[in-house]
T-cell receptor, first 112, second 115 residues
Framework: KAGVTQTPRYLIKTRGQQVTLSCSPISGHRSVSWYQQTPGQGLQFLFEYFSETQRNKGNFPGRFSGRQFSNSRSEMNVSTLELGDSALYLC???????????FGSGTRLTVV | QQQVKQSPQSLIVQKGGISIINCAYENTAFDYFPWYQQFPGKGPALLIAIRPDVSEKKEGRFTISFNKSAKQFSLHIMDSQPGDSATYFCAASKFRNSGNTPLVFGKGTRLSVIA
């Protein structure tokens, strides 16, 4: 059974640019959550999508957005990148009816 | 406001020793307490989890102890091995019919097991 797949693994972007990250959940999982991981703030929740609808949202500015497609794949977008957006962005999937979350390996975003 | 506080930040343990990591939570509505293990370059992987209806759960060398009245839970790694060297995160969430609340994570503990 394939795990959670995140692409790309690494990205380098310039301040002011925008970026789109992709996440393919485990087959059959309808919930996809996004987390930002930084050395200073740790793991912080960005948002969760379930059946193409945003179900929960963390405390991040509107520059961070996401969406989910009918096949449960999800994308997150960050516009007008800032140096502080440099982080590991993690996606986690869940079947929507149990507790366990499975994380992908993440996308390492570096903003220069 | 940090809802889950984890300690220590780093831990060095001799091979064969016991590693103990502690977490305290504030929100009494939480009803799911997982521990995640993360190796460099990888995402967190679920190690073991507990619900508040039991005080202890053991899986192999890993044990969670849960104290509901103190709002604390801890991870014990028995017979620690160099391969256990990783960062460990505690977390908490609440199950709802409309879906779990997001995981709230502790800041993490970097464990180094030395031979």
């Amino acid at each position: 059974k394939a795990g959670v797949t995140q692409t790309p693994r690494y990205l380098i972007k310039t301040r002011g640019q925008q970026v789109t990250l992709s996440c393919s959940p485990i087959s059959g999982h309808r919930s996809v959550s996004w987390y930002q991981q930084t050395p200073g703030q740790g793991l912080q929740f960005l948002f969760e999508y379930f059946s193409e609808t945003q179900r929960n949202k963390g405390n991040f500015p509107g520059r961070f957005s996401g969406r989910q497609f009918s096949n449960s794949r999800s994308e997150m977008n960050v516009s007008t990148l800032e140096l502080g957006d440099s982080a590991l962005y993690l996606c986690a999937s869940n079947n929507g009816q149990s507790y366990g979350y499975t994380f992908g390996s993440g996308t390492r975003l570096t903003v220069v | 406001q940090q809802q889950v506080k984890q300690s220590p930040q780093s831990l060095i343990v001799q091979k064969g020793g016991i590693s103990i990591i502690n977490c305290a939570y504030e929100n009494t509505a939480f009803d799911y307490f997982p521990w995640y293990q993360q190796f460099p370059g990888k995402g967190p992987a679920l190690l073991i989890a507990i619900r508040p209806d039991v005080s202890e759960k053991k899986e192999g060398r890993f044990t969670i102890s849960f104290n509901k009245s103190a709002k604390q839970f801890s991870l014990h790694i028995m017979d620690s091995q160099p391969g256990d060297s990783a960062t460990y995160f505690c977390a908490a969430s609440k199950f709802r019919n409309s879906g779990n609340t997001p995981l709230v994570f502790g800041k993490g503990t970097r464990l180094s097991v030395i031979a």
